[in-house]
Each structure stands twice: as C-alpha cells, then as structure tokens.
Nanobody, 123 residues
C-alpha cells in the first residue's frame, strides 16, 4: 500500500502563489505515476498535473500549464505542486494520487491511492 498525506493548502489572493506537498510512504518504489487532482464544489474531480516516476516526464492540464509545476524528489517520497499566478477558478480541494500501473496521466481512473485532500481558496 501507499499512504499519501497532503499539506500546504490555504487561502491566497488572486495572483499569489502556494506550494502543495504530498508525503508518500509505504510501497513508494512501486509507484508509476503520481498526480495532483482537484475538485471544486459541484464539479467532477479533474487532473491538474502528473509526473511519470521513472523519467520525471510531466503532464499538465491546459488550464494550469505555465503556472503550475509538479516535481518529485529523488527518494520518490514527496511530490510537490508549485502554483503561481493563482486565479479564483483554481479554488478547490486538491488531492494527491499515486498509481502502480499504466494510466492516462490526467485521468482520475487508474490511480490506486489517494490522499485526504487539502483546501485551496483564491479570492
């Protein structure tokens, strides 16, 4: 199993920045992709950014490309999401996820493990 714990959420003004972190523990060396997803009230959970663990290839939703950066430390224990130039439409609960297999990087289907989520508010 893989356990994921997010941190770093909070409230920020539009144009500001936040950095989310996700601490992974357990069978982290079995992970294939790690990703960040978000869910706003009344909306479906959507993929924001994902990283392929083996070669650190990254994938971004068009709505965040150029503003958000996903990264993974060498120990594969922490995946981070640097969010710059935040907009009100970025407000949501952000979830960290990990997959053990092959997935469509920004699709929530196929990810095996999820964190509890962290709230991001942009005013």
């Amino acid at each position: 199993d893989v356990q994921l714990v997010e941190s770093g959420g909070g409230s920020v003004q539009a144009g500001g920045s936040l950095r989310l972190s996700c601490a992974a523990s357990g069978y982290t060396y079995g992970t294939n992709y790690m990703g960040w997803f978000r869910q706003a009230p009344g909306k479906e959970r959507e993929g924001v950014a994902s990283i392929y663990v083996s070669d650190r290839s990254t994938y971004y939703a068009s709505s965040v490309k150029g503003r958000f950066t996903i990264s993974l430390d060498n120990a594969r224990s922490t995946v981070s999401l640097q969010m710059n130039s935040l907009k009100p439409e970025d407000a949501a609960i952000y979830y960290c996820a990990a997959s053990l297999g092959v997935v469509v990087p920004l699709s929530r289907y196929g990810y095996n493990y999820w964190g509890q989520g962290t709230q991001v508010t942009v005013s």
